[in-house]
């Protein structure tokens, strides 16, 4: 049997929604080196903003998943949507609204490193493809799952017309698999030298090897 023999990819469906949500609590929410660093949540525990994220993205139609053949079980996702000019300004304007200080901390240098480029000028497009979370179950890792649903997402974006293939991978596997298919990094900003004000210390205290968030990009046109 293959790496991969025992999973299928394919689309999200609506009724799979909730499913995709479960996986992320057990395999993304806690893990992601960003919601570590602050400890956003635990393993398993719902946590509403990133729940809301998450269903907004689906939503667009783009995202993908692989299951787990003998038990239908979600072992993966790939969550995709689309970005335009100004979706940036605008979620980062509702950021101040938001109690959870720690998914503002997240989301603001998201955003901020994000509206320090200009993607839609610089290729002449008013839409991005953007591949938001990535994440495998940990029985699952090691297998080439995440490169296989980034290659599925990169086709579909092929056939939905995007030009710009778009991921903000926040980790340092994240950012090897994307190197990995093609995406190159475009900004580059090291946790270490994030630092708050307050107290001069950094703000995100990652483990090893997560040292940067990388914007990484591939002209799909």
């Not at 100004?86 to 998201?110: C, E, N, P, S, V």
């Not at 990995?180 to 703000?203: M, N, Q």
């Amino acid at each position: 049997m293959g790496a991969l023999d025992d999973v299928q990819l394919g689309p999200v469906p609506e009724e799979r929604y909730g499913d995709v949500i479960q996986h992320l609590r057990h395999s993304f929410f806690a893990d992601e080196p960003l919601n570590s660093a602050v400890q956003l949540c635990r393993p398993g525990e719902p946590h509403a903003e990133l729940e809301h994220h998450s269903l907004s993205t689906l939503a667009d139609g783009l995202s993908q998943m692989a299951v787990h053949v003998a038990t239908g079980e979600v072992v993966g996702v790939a969550l995709n949507g689309v970005q335009r000019p100004g979706d940036l300004k605008a979620a980062q304007a509702k950021l101040a609204g938001l109690a959870d200080l720690k998914f503002r901390l997240i989301f603001d240098l998201l955003y901020s490193a994000n509206l320090r480029l200009d993607l839609f000028a610089e290729h002449g497009v008013d839409r991005l493809f953007e591949c938001r979370i990535l994440s495998v179950d940990r029985r699952f890792r090691g297998r080439g799952l995440a490169r296989a649903l980034l290659l599925r997402s990169e086709e579909v974006a092929r056939q939905h017309g995007f030009k710009v293939f778009k991921e903000d991978a926040t980790g340092f596997f994240s950012q090897r698999v994307a190197e990995s298919v093609g995406l190159r990094a475009v900004s580059e900003l090291k946790y270490c030298e994030h630092i708050a004000p307050e107290t001069g210390e950094a703000v995100f205290k990652t483990q090893p090897p997560h040292e940067s968030l990388k914007i990484m990009v591939k002209i799909l046109q």
